[in-house]
T-cell receptor
Framework: AQTVTQSQPEMSVQEAETVTLSCTYDTSESDYYLFWYKQPPSRQMILVIRQEAYKQQNATENRFSVNFQKAAKSFSLKISDSQLGDAAMYFCAYRAGANSKLTFGKGITLSVRP | DTAVSQTPKYLVTQMGNDKSIKCEQNLGHDTMYWYKQDSKKFLKIMFSYNNKELIINETVPNRFSPKSPDKAHLNLHINSLELGDSAVYFC?????????????FGPGTRLLVL
């Protein structure tokens, strides 16, 4: 069974600094997809970034980028120039092919210090 | 324009009651999902429908019954509510059932069973 592990329950970052949130996963599949979702206090789940396992290039979305290490089964999220609005819970998620379920990690709470 | 909407946003009810949560998406997506987020913020898939066909049915008590009258709607009916059903329930949709498709989440319904 696929599992997603986020071992850090909380992290804190100074505004304008960079922070990295870690995530590891376990799978026997060779083709799959990885996601980072953000859940602010409003509780709305918002997609931050996604990565296809067959792509070697790390995905980037503005201030958000990932470090995808397929052999190590690691998928970390880097947030550059942190802003107060980045404060939220961040969930790493994994999904294999069609009809498969999206499996979430336990999440990490990120706080941003002004 | 709300992409994925849920009603109600809050639901407080007594043990043993029956309740329904409604979900509608106006994105023209084929696939819809129900997730449960427990008190520890852990998110888990419950059901998924593709064009009104059930494609994912996790280990969920029979008291939970999803219904999809058309591909834009996926409702969740819960019979004989128990204290442990208290959680936030999220509806989501994606363009289709493929693994890489982004899932768009509704605002969630907070259910409290007394």
């Amino acid at each position: 069974a696929q599992t997603v592990t986020q071992s850090q329950p909380e992290m804190s970052v100074q505004e304008a600094e960079t922070v990295t949130l870690s995530c590891t996963y376990d799978t026997s599949e060779s083709d799959y997809y990885l996601f980072w979702y953000k859940q602010p206090p409003s509780r709305q789940m918002i997609l931050v970034i996604r990565q296809e396992a067959y792509k070697q290039q790390n995905a980037t979305e503005n201030r958000f980028s990932v470090n995808f290490q397929k052999a190590a089964k690691s998928f970390s999220l880097k947030i550059s120039d942190s802003q107060l609005g980045d404060a939220a819970m961040y969930f790493c998620a994994y999904r294999a092919g069609a009809n498969s379920k999206l499996t979430f990690g336990k999440g990490i709470t990120l706080s941003v210090r002004p | 324009d709300t992409a994925v909407s849920q009603t109600p946003k809050y639901l407080v009810t007594q043990m043993g009651n029956d309740k329904s949560i409604k979900c509608e998406q106006n994105l023209g997506h084929d696939t819809m999902y129900w997730y449960k987020q427990d008190s520890k913020k852990f998110l888990k898939i419950m059901f998924s429908y593709n064009n009104k066909e059930l494609i994912i049915n996790e280990t969920v008590p029979n008291r939970f019954s999803p219904k999809s009258p058309d591909k834009a709607h996926l409702n969740l009916h819960i019979n004989s509510l128990e204290l442990g059903d208290s959680a936030v329930y999220f509806c989501a949709s994606s363009h289709d059932r493929r693994g890489g498709e982004t899932q768009y989440f509704g605002p969630g319904t907070r259910l409290l069973v007394l």
